[in-house]
């Protein structure tokens, strides 16, 4: 036994001198320390506790499983900055893999059944047959848009196949006062929350009702009106805004949360990584809503990390988080439902990794069967569509039968042609507007800038759109 600890000892001393923690003089605190937080003293613990202003307790932090270290865990511990931490004489390093991925969280199986065991939040009819709806018209809307670019009327499109379930289940568990910063693939959080087809219709026809006034590509939606920042299609430099906003409720005591919806592609840049640290060193009310549909345009995700998906970075950044089935509507409800709840009473950050399939090409700009096969995405689309899923879930408790679907279909399409002719018949906005809302005093720069685009459009008529206004 003695030898044993005078072995670990000198295993730590070794190590302390190795992280140079350590005072050669002396194996025990003392003043000569250098007493910053880079490199810390070591403290025991029985001594008076050193960090006390920069130590916090984490809160409802899970019970470390100690089977990676056995029984080589050594008596002694070091507080040291975020907690205690317990020596261990073996040198191992934590493995780049488990053995298990981390779990998905599931409620409806592929057939819309309740799993057995499953626990999740009751959605009453009302409520279920709305977020029914909304992916029937989400569907719809993605069909007859894509057409209308395919007939040359709008100039882009990207549809959000296959990840219905992600938009309109989180969507549906929050509330207007939270504050969405979205991508570009979730038009369904704010049809949601009563932006109209009229409206959809206006933006992606770049016409003058657009509150963005014609200066944005096809879907890049925003309202003011629904608390729904402008759609950014630069990728990730939303989720840090998120944060932001998300810090001025917490210090405004809004009662509310700021939620942020990105990609798989969108945690391969650093605004996510900055973003996440910032919110849980700050302990702000935000939700990140990860929506991994396996591709970045062509990028698989093989070819963006290799850690077991986005979820696992949560905790390396110290943010609670949990991985979902975003095919399944239920699941998707209860989890953000849950998310909700704790970032807003607990002012923390929560990620949820939902799981989903971007089952339409990239975007209009794109084909995808250049470099995926057909047989992954027909798989997705039949076996794991979330809206059949949930249809079959309402249908099976009498809520729902086809003549009810029929209808629905038919009207939502009806509208939504009538909203298209609507839209293309408003003028568009003036060629002025595109130099308006930036500055209170517009600049020579931008003055001289208007004056050259006007003298172009003279010179060569042909090349400009006849219904844009001078
Ligand atoms: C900063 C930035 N880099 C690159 C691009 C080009 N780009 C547009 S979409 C996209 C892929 C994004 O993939 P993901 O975040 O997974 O979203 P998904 O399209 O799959 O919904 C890329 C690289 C961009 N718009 N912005
Ligand atoms: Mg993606």
């Not at 007939?151 to 882009?156: C, E, H, P, W």
């Not at 991994?292 to 290799?306: C, K």
């Not at 077991?308 to 439902?337: E, P, Q, T």
């Not at 042609?417 to 005093?441: G, N, S």
Request: proline fraction near 5%; glycine fraction near 6%; include cysteine.
């Amino acid at each position: 036994m003695a030898l044993w600890l005078r072995k670990s000892l000198k295993t730590i001393n070794n190590f302390k001198s190795m992280m140079g923690m350590i005072n050669h003089s002396s194996s025990s605190p003392s003043p000569s320390f250098n007493q910053n937080l880079r490199n810390p003293p070591v403290i025991f613990i029985d001594s008076p506790t050193y960090f006390s202003s920069h130590r916090y307790e984490s809160t409802r932090a899970e019970k470390q499983s100690d089977s990676v270290y056995g029984s080589h865990c050594h008596a002694q511990v070091m507080d040291f900055p975020g907690g205690k931490i317990m020596f261990s004489p073996v040198m191992r390093f934590i493995s780049e893999s488990t053995q298990e991925r981390v779990h998905c969280y599931q409620v409806l199986d592929d057939n819309g059944n309740p799993i057995t065991g499953s626990n999740y939040v009751q959605v009453s009819e009302e409520v279920a047959l709305k977020m029914y709806s909304n992916m029937v018209t989400l569907q719809i809307m993605d069909t007859i848009f894509y057409e209308a670019q395919r007939q040359g009327r709008i100039s882009f499109y990207a549809t959000t196949i296959g990840e219905e379930a992600i938009n309109i289940a989180s969507a549906a568990a929050l509330t207007i006062d939270d504050f969405v910063f979205p991508q570009y693939r979730e038009p369904g959080v704010l049809l949601w929350r009563g932006f109209t087809l009229q409206e959809f219709a206006n933006q992606c026809f770049s016409n003058k009702a657009d509150y963005g006034k014609g200066r944005q590509m096809p879907i890049h939606y925003v309202s003011k009106r629904h608390n729904y920042f402008t759609v950014a299609s630069t990728i990730a430099t939303q989720i840090p805004h998120a944060v932001g906003a998300a810090y001025s409720m917490k210090m405004d005591k809004k009662g509310a949360c700021a939620v942020t919806y990105f990609g798989d592609g969108g945690t391969s840049e650093g605004d996510f990584h900055a973003a996440l640290n910032f919110a849980a060193v700050r302990e702000v009310p935000v939700i990140f809503i990860c929506r991994n549909n396996g591709w970045a345009i062509s990028t698989p995700t093989s070819d963006q990390f290799r850690s077991d998906g986005i979820v696992v970075k949560g905790k390396a950044y110290g943010v609670r988080s949990i991985r979902v089935d975003g095919n399944d509507a239920l699941a998707m409800y209860s989890a953000v439902h849950a998310a909700r709840s704790m970032a807003i009473s607990e002012n923390k950050p929560i990620l949820i990794e939902a799981l989903t399939y971007r089952v339409g090409h990239h975007s209009t700009s794109d084909d995808s069967t250049k470099y995926r096969p057909i047989e992954e995405i027909e798989w997705f689309k039949v076996v794991r569509d979330p809206v059949t899923r949930f249809r079959k879930w309402i249908e099976n408790r009498g809520w729902w039968n086809g003549k009810l679907e029929s209808e629905l279909r038919n009207t939502v399409k009806e509208e939504l042609l009538d909203a298209i002719q609507v839209a293309e018949k408003v003028e568009k906005p003036t060629i002025a507007e595109l130099f308006t809302d930036v500055y209170d005093v517009s600049p020579s720069n931008l003055r001289d800038q208007e004056k050259f685009l006007r003298e172009t459009i003279k010179r060569h008529p042909q090349d400009y759109p006849s219904d844009v206004p001078l």
